[in-house]
T-cell receptor
Framework: AQKITQTQPGMFVQEKEAVTLDCTYD???????LFWYKQPSSGEMIFLIY??????QNATEGRYSLNFQKARKSANLVISASQLGDSAMYFC???????????FGGGTRLMVKP | GAGVSQTPSNKVTEKGKYVELRCDPI?????LYWYRQSLGQGPEFLIY????????DSGLPNDRFFAVRPEGSVSTLKIQRTERGDSAVYLC?????????????FGPGTRLLVL
């Protein structure tokens, strides 16, 4: 089974509107961390936001927030007030227990329309 | 401060040749990771270093792949007898101590094309 599933290969959003990128995960470890990265066409993976499995509140970083629903095993990324520069690939990733590797989903390509 | 750097940014080689890819982590980061990203996919883990030692090499696809980090800083990923299927972007990341809650910071990657 896929550990990280991103079901939206591509998304369009109008500039200045909010958009939600979906991510579901699968783990039996009670201790895990969820990460979102942005990858523009230049190729570099840019860290956006982190949510730990024991965190009581949803993570927020500027225009980024994480809608963490533990029972549903989902960790959706919400981008508010989209900007043209937000056009990129977005990857959800998980780190389980004391492990050191990140497991990535297949990504969602976000395109912001002017 | 400087981020993770990788050289070369692009590498074109012929099938059967040997290549080396270099990663210079963020200064002071003891943990270093290599990932491989094939076209249209998310990155896949290759190997993790804590200091000079390879703490987890479970992601290396076969014995043609090898990585070193002799002084606990710069790392080199070595691929012998390259195959066309090795064509991908090779990403390096580093984190402060390798703790499970730490963010991994990525470099720009090396795009390897095997002809």
């Amino acid at each position: 089974a896929q550990k990280i599933t991103q079901t939206q290969p591509g998304m369009f959003v109008q500039e200045k509107e909010a958009v939600t990128l979906d991510c579901t995960y699968d783990t039996s470890d009670p201790s895990y961390g969820l990460f979102w990265y942005k990858q523009p066409s230049s190729g570099e993976m840019i860290f956006l936001i982190y949510q730990g499995s024991y965190d009581q509140q949803n993570a927020t970083e500027g225009r980024y927030s994480l809608n963490f629903q533990k029972a549903r095993k989902s960790a959706n990324l919400v981008i508010s007030a989209s900007q043209l520069g937000d056009s990129a690939m977005y990857f959800c990733a998980m780190r389980e227990g004391a492990g050191n590797m990140l497991t990535f989903g297949g990504g969602t390509r976000l395109m912001v329309k002017p | 401060g400087a981020g993770v750097s990788q050289t070369p940014s692009n590498k074109v080689t012929e099938k059967g040749k040997y290549v080396e890819l270099r990663c210079d982590p963020i200064s002071g980061h003891t943990a270093l990771y290599w990932y491989r990203q094939s076209l249209g996919q998310g990155p896949e883990f290759l190997i993790y270093f804590q200091g000079t030692g390879a703490a987890d090499d479970s992601g290396l696809p076969n014995d043609r792949f090898f990585a070193v980090r002799p002084e606990g800083s710069v790392s080199t990923l070595k691929i012998q007898r390259t195959e066309r299927g090795d064509s991908a972007v090779y990403l390096c990341a580093s984190s402060l101590e390798g703790g499970p809650w730490e963010t991994q910071y990525f470099g720009p990657g090396t795009r390897l094309l095997v002809l």
